[in-house]
């Protein structure tokens, strides 16, 4: 996720509660004690990295958290992720395929938008062709949703859908719980005017400062209860500053170093999503030194892993074993974990004739803990006699300067479907391959995989794969950092879960004590 942190300054946030008329202090309803009793009634202002003029109303352009969180608020799509990225009902209350999984069969929920009209299999098939709109090329799954052929899907009754797909895919309902994947009213044409089936009605909206929504009554999965939302955008100082000064009750995506502090000063509650989230270097397998298997494998066997833990993420996390995805569904547990072997890389470096040469990693302040990482990385590597010089880029664009700047940088990615990780970012036409991993024999291996309706033989297929990966691809993931939510000792309900999945960011299933 990309995250802007010019939207609000310090001082901003108390000019931001006066331009929202409610008050700078805390005070959300209830008592101050915990209660593990719900409780209805009260105000929450949920605090998220901004974007500024970029955040958007319109569900079906979104990459930023606070947008996610928005819009999750006030609308729903057909299908979310679980706590394992397995895929589970919402709005679809279950589905099946014909077989092949070309052409699949949705049945809905009876549920209700804002306007008092149901939910109906029209409702469906307008806003999976509103996604698909070659005239907005700006709506973020377009590519994920590219296999549906829609002049072929339709509505079997108010309550079925038929969606066919233009090649057999057994992951497809995964990719309908995809980033940008909500359902809107059939005809949903002014996205400033917000009608979906979520817990909460638009009120209003500022860009690079706040929404305001109200309890939704009917809401199908039964009604919140707090009264009152604010989601409001903040940079990362003033979402601790706001949190821990009661102008806030919940600040997203927190830094290890203050999850220690405010733990140490007991102002706030830390809720940890363990090891959801993957920090990696990443090495263009295309590009010298790494176009060479030993080198990589000489640097992966060069990481002190549990060193970069316990100072890059201050101890909030787990060793990673260069692959995306430990604890979820299809990632292979019985590889054994890799450990430090400098001897075997120094063997493995001199072969390649590296030692006593210098390598550039290029790094940037693009995401918490990137520098400091490749400065120890630096260190690490030269016990076995080559120099790594850490060159800084762009924060604001280094994710994008990434795919073409560096044999070596910092990568890192949230939680999300193995599968989908592999198509974004480990396939020759993937959009974000930053190690240049381009394999057509992987390529069709992950078609074929894809294809499979055998749950157990995908995951097979699929083990095989990560095994390559493991053994000769570009990423060194070194660590699965915890994913840090801060909240007020008051708000109770909010759910260690990793983000991106159902669970997270539920504000209408937590209240105030």
């Not at 700006?138 to 079925?160: E, F, M, N, Y």
């Not at 994947?181 to 979520?198: A, L, M, S």
Request: hydrophobic share 40%.
């Amino acid at each position: 996720m990309v995250r802007v942190s010019n939207a609000l300054n310090r001082r901003g946030f108390l000019g931001l509660a006066g331009a929202l008329g409610v008050a700078a202090l805390s005070g959300c309803g209830g008592g101050s004690s915990a209660s593990s009793q719900p409780k209805a009634g009260g105000r929450l202002r949920a605090v998220y990295a901004g974007g500024g003029a970029k955040e958007v109303l319109d569900p079906h352009v979104q990459s930023l958290f606070v947008d996610i969180a928005r819009h999750k608020a006030m609308y729903e799509k057909l299908v979310e992720l679980g706590p394992d990225l397995k895929p589970v009902p919402r709005l679809a209350e279950k589905w099946e395929h014909d077989g092949k999984a070309l052409t699949w069969r949705f049945s809905l929920r009876d549920a209700t938008f804002h306007d008092g009209s149901k939910l109906t299999a029209e409702d469906v098939l307008y806003s999976l062709a509103r996604i698909a709109d070659p005239a907005v090329p700006d709506r973020v799954a377009q590519s994920s949703l590219a296999t549906l052929d829609l002049r072929r899907c339709k509505a079997v009754d108010p309550r079925t859908v038929e969606l066919v797909l233009a090649a057999p895919n057994a992951e497809f309902p995964a990719l309908l719980a995809g980033i940008g994947t909500q359902i809107v009213r059939d005809g949903f044409k002014d996205p400033t005017k917000p009608v979906g089936t979520g817990a909460f009605k638009f009120v209003s909206f500022e860009a690079g400062r706040s929404m305001v929504a109200s309890r939704y009554d009917d809401y199908w999965d039964g009604t919140a209860k707090i009264e009152e939302l604010h989601v409001l955008s903040a940079d990362a100082e003033a979402r601790a500053n706001a949190v821990q000064g009661g102008q806030a009750e919940y600040a997203n995506d927190m830094t290890a170093t203050f999850a220690r502090t405010a733990e140490a000063g007991k102002s706030v509650r830390i809720v940890a999503a363990k090891a959801s989230t993957m920090q990696a270097f990443v090495m263009k397998v295309d590009q010298a030194p790494f176009d060479n298997p030993d080198v990589r494998l000489a640097f992966k066997l060069l990481a002190d892993r549990q060193r970069l833990v316990d100072v890059v993420l201050a101890g909030r996390g787990t060793v990673g074993n260069d692959l995306f995805g430990k604890g979820f569904q299809y990632y292979p547990d019985q590889l054994p974990q890799r450990e430090r072997d400098v001897d075997e890389a120094k063997a493995l470096l001199k072969k390649a004739g590296l030692v006593n040469k210098e390598i550039e990693i290029f790094t940037a302040d693009a995401s918490a803990g990137f520098v400091e990482a490749a400065t120890l990385f630096s260190e690490q590597v030269a016990e076995a006699g080559v120099r790594l010089k850490v060159t800084t880029g762009s924060p604001q664009t280094y994710a994008k300067d990434l795919l073409t700047k560096g044999a070596i940088g910092n990568h890192r990615s949230g939680a999300m479907p193995i599968p989908q990780y592999v198509t974004d970012r480990l396939l020759s036409k993937s959009p974000f391959n930053v190690t240049h991993w381009r394999k057509p024999a992987f390529d069709a291996a992950f078609a074929a995989a894809q294809v499979q309706t055998d749950e157990t033989a995908r995951a097979a297929s699929y083990g095989e794969l990560q095994r390559t990966l493991h053994d000769d691809g570009g990423i060194l993931a070194w660590g699965l950092p915890d994913y840090l939510v801060a909240v007020s000792p008051k708000v109770q309900g909010v759910e260690a879960v990793p983000p991106n999945t159902v669970d997270f960011g539920r504000f209408d299933k937590v209240w105030l004590a």
